[in-house]
Each structure stands twice: as structure tokens, then as C-alpha cells.
């Protein structure tokens, strides 16, 4: 008698009723014999596609090797006062806008400081950006491409939220 997997079988159209030994055949037989492995070479490790960031240009150095370059070093950055948990949406709205945000967690519990340097760290390694520590109580989370100019760093300075290395 056959079983209730190989009368499913038969009646989605997926076997024949008249095959050769199908009755006496695993599911995972069956399900092989439909759908076969696609072959790969032995011994050679296959790589995916290499993806260019975005708002990246890729430009040969002297040496012939390729630097990847910053198409947004003329951005100016957003500095977020952090007073409750709700403010990661806005820094993550900033990151996916492609804005640098510099946290300001100088007024923050250590609790709320632990909970939203997580969350940034899990959105900075899903977009592939940076997160970079520029003053006590302050962290710079950059977008990937992006980069703060020499202008920049001296404006953000001058309002209290950047301190620059000497």
C-alpha cells in the first residue's frame, strides 16, 4: 500500500503512478530525484559579488591599489542631546538620512547610557559606519561614507562637543 506522502505526491502531479519503485523510495529520495543539488567544483571556495558602498567612489592610489574615498567629507553634523530612550529613533532616522550625529550622553543614568550604546553600536554595524568616542560624555556616530571635515570638528569644538586632539 503506498504511503500518505507518496499519495500526495501523486495526486499534486509531482510523480508518476506508474514510476519504478517510487513506493519503496524515502521522501528525501524523492524530494533529490526532483530537485538536485546544483553542482559546485570541488575544492574551490566560490566568493559572492563584491558590492561598492554607497556614496563611495573608488579611486587607484600611486601604489595601484584602490582607496576608497568619501563623496560627503562637507557634511555637517547634527549633535543630539540624549534625555530618554526615544532618541535612538532620531539618531537612527539621522544615520539612514546619511547625517553624522554627535550623542551627548553628559546628563544620562548609566542605565539609559547602556541601553542606547547598544542600540547605536547594532545600528553603526548594520549600516557598516563608525562610532567614535570625542569627548567625555560624547560619542561621534558617522554614516558609512561619510567623514567630518577639519571645519567641522573645529565648529562642533566651539559648541562644547568635540574636544580636538592636540
Given amino acids: 500500500m503506498a504511503s500518505l506522502f507518496s499519495k500526495a505526491m501523486l495526486y499534486l502531479g509531482l510523480t508518476e503512478e506508474d514510476s519504478d519503485g517510487d ?10 530525484q526532483m530537485h538536485p543539488a546544483p553542482e559546485s567544483p570541488q575544492g574551490r571556495r566560490i566568493e559572492p559579488p563584491a558590492m561598492a558602498a554607497r556614496n ?4 587607484p592610489n600611486f601604489a595601484g591599489v584602490g582607496v576608497v ?16 530612550f526615544a532618541d535612538a529613533k532620531i539618531l537612527a ?10 550623542l ?3 546628563r544620562v543614568d548609566s542605565d539609559l547610557l547602556r541601553r542606547v550604546i547598544d542600540f547605536s553600536s547594532g545600528l553603526i554595524y548594520a549600516l557598516d559606519g563608525t562610532m567614535t568616542r570625542v569627548g567625555d ?9 561619510t567623514d567630518l571635515s577639519q ?11 568635540y574636544e580636538i586632539e592636540h
Fill in 69 to 84: 574615498r568619501s563623496s560627503r567629507a562637507d557634511v555637517q553634523a547634527d549633535i543630539l542631546v540624549v534625555e530618554e
Fill in 56 to 59: 563611495t567612489a573608488i579611486r
Fill in 93 to 102: 532616522d539621522r544615520v539612514r538620512d546619511r547625517v553624522p550625529v554627535v
Fill in 104 to 106: 551627548d550622553f553628559r
Fill in 137 to 145: 560624555g560624547l560619542v561621534l556616530v558617522l554614516p558609512p561614507g
Fill in 151 to 161: 571645519f567641522e570638528k573645529r565648529r562642533l569644538a566651539s559648541l562644547g562637543a
Fill in 23 to 32: 513506493q519503496d523510495r524515502s521522501p528525501r529520495d524523492l524530494e533529490e
